[in-house]
């Protein structure tokens, strides 16, 4: 079975400083590892997602991500934090194999002026 | 394209009434799911098609929900009858290979 774990339920932050959302999975085999994010009343929308090769991926709005497959980890991370970066984020796993995404509780990220 | 289109954006209903959950995919996607977002469960997925079949529904709830997918155009999400603990907000979500999903603006039910 493939499950996600996001540890923190809100993260705050001030803006201008970096930011990190953490993400853990457990899967039986090789993962596609992805982040979603969702602003108030809105659907989820893509960031960005690992499916092999380099381990740090970039995707949407200066995001990056670092795949660590000892520590099965891929925390979303940003160098400098905006305040329209205050959202709710998901990290979301699928098993080679598998067809559905497998969802973390999402942590609310919050950036402070 | 226009995304994936949910209707109807709100639904306030009574206690044991019928409700539908519409949803357009994407052209030319041919997996579709249905995902359930509350503050205390998080993202549920409730079923997902491919080709327009049913593939797991293991996800749905109760006999009181239903789901189908007539033609790759369209689906819908029924309950019936309709409880205040259905209260959510219902996800589409359309994928041309199951890598990356795209999600519609979702459907918040609320059931008095």
Same mark, same amino acid.
């Given at each position: 079975?493939?499950?996600?774990?996001?540890?923190?339920?809100?993260?705050?932050?001030?803006?201008?400083?970096?930011?990190?959302?953490?993400?853990?999975?457990?899967?039986?085999?090789?993962?596609?590892?992805?982040?979603?994010?969702?602003?108030?009343?809105?659907?989820?929308?893509?960031?960005?997602?690992?499916?092999?090769?380099?381990?740090?991926?970039?995707?949407?709005?200066?995001?990056?991500?670092?795949?660590?497959?000892?520590?099965?980890?891929?925390?979303?991370?940003?160098?400098?934090?905006?305040?329209?970066?205050?959202?709710?984020?998901?990290?979301?796993?699928?098993?080679?194999?598998?067809?559905?995404?497998?969802?973390?509780?999402?942590?609310?990220?919050?950036?402070?002026? | 394209?226009?995304?994936?289109?949910?209707? #109807?954006?709100?639904?306030?209903?009574?206690?044991?009434?019928?409700?539908?959950?519409?949803?357009?995919?994407?052209?030319?996607?041919?997996?579709?799911?249905?995902?359930?977002?509350?503050?205390?469960?998080?993202?549920?997925?409730?079923?997902?098609?491919?080709?327009?079949? #049913?593939?797991?529904?293991?996800?749905? #709830?109760?006999?009181?929900?239903?789901?189908?997918?007539?033609?790759?155009?369209?689906?819908?999400?029924?309950?019936?009858?309709?409880?205040?603990?259905?209260?959510?907000?219902?996800?589409?979500?359309?994928?041309?290979?199951?890598?990356?999903?795209?999600?519609?603006?979702?459907?918040?039910?609320?059931?008095?």
């Amino acid at each position: 079975a493939q499950s996600v774990a996001q540890p923190e339920d809100q993260v705050n932050v001030a803006e201008g400083n970096p930011l990190t959302v953490k993400c853990t999975y457990s899967v039986s085999g090789n993962p596609y590892l992805f982040w979603y994010v969702q602003y108030p009343n809105r659907g989820l929308q893509f960031l960005l997602k690992y499916i092999t090769g380099d381990n740090l991926v970039k995707g949407s709005y200066g995001f990056e991500a670092e795949f660590n497959k000892s520590q099965t980890s891929f925390h979303l991370k940003k160098p400098s934090a905006l305040v329209s970066d205050s959202a709710l984020y998901f990290c979301a796993v699928r098993e080679r194999g598998y067809s559905t995404l497998t969802f973390g509780k999402g942590t609310m990220l919050l950036v402070s002026p | 394209d226009a995304g994936v289109i949910q209707s #109807p954006r709100h639904e306030v209903t009574e206690m044991g009434q019928e409700v539908t959950l519409r949803c357009k995919p994407i052209s030319g996607h041919n997996s579709l799911f249905w995902y359930r977002q509350t503050m205390m469960r998080g993202l549920e997925l409730l079923i997902y098609f491919n080709n327009n079949v #049913p593939i797991d529904d293991s996800g749905m #709830p109760e006999d009181r929900f239903s789901a189908k997918m007539p033609n790759a155009s369209f689906s819908t999400l029924k309950i019936q009858p309709s409880e205040p603990r259905d209260s959510a907000v219902y996800f589409c979500a359309s994928s041309p290979t199951g890598n990356g999903y795209t999600f519609g603006s979702g459907t918040r039910l609320t059931v008095v």
